[in-house]
């Protein structure tokens, strides 16, 4: 079962990692993202930020689709954690299950433009995030569980 997607261009790290699994009862955290598996550095410091009761798997955004299609996931309550928007768009058309998306942390671009205290978006990202809206997805900015939830739309 999916209980959130989140973007964060740091991926998985310290004290977010620990609040949000705890916070949505995860007990696999899936990072989707098409380096990460390639780059012994970067898989290596995500791996020290698990918390040590739960399942890390990391896969290029294709596999993760794959996986998730194939059932293999369903025994888990999944956290995906993605890079991008873009990566989000893809994971979220591909995957119907996926109806709540949370913007964690989208650093600041040339010609992005800043919605939230930690969120900043191109044109583009705009685009992807308002077709999901308008596909019925929740997307939400919080940077941990505590924050108050604010919806996309109302940051525009």
């Known amino acids: 079962m999916i209980k959130l997607l989140r973007v964060d261009h740091r991926l998985l790290h310290g004290q977010v990692a620990f609040s949000w699994t705890q916070y949505i ?6 990072i989707a993202n098409d380096n990460v598996p390639n780059d012994e550095l970067r898989k290596t410091t995500i791996k020290l930020a698990k918390p040590p009761a739960v399942k890390l798997v990391i896969k290029n955004i294709d596999d993760a689709i794959e996986a998730i299609k194939s059932g293999v996931t369903d025994k888990y309550k999944l956290f995906i954690v993605v ?51 308008q596909a ?21």
């Open 83 to 133: 890079e991008s928007v873009a990566d989000a768009w893809r994971l979220a058309t591909a995957v119907p299950e996926i109806q709540s998306i949370n913007l964690g942390g989208i650093k600041a671009k040339e010609g992005s433009r800043n919605i939230s205290k930690a969120i900043n978006v191109m044109p583009d990202e705009i685009s992807l995030l308002l077709s999901l809206t």
């Open 25 to 30: 009862g995860a007990d696999c955290i899936l």
């Open 136 to 156: 019925g997805k929740e997307i939400e900015i919080r940077q941990v569980p505590g924050d108050r939830k604010q919806l996309f739309s109302e940051a525009l």
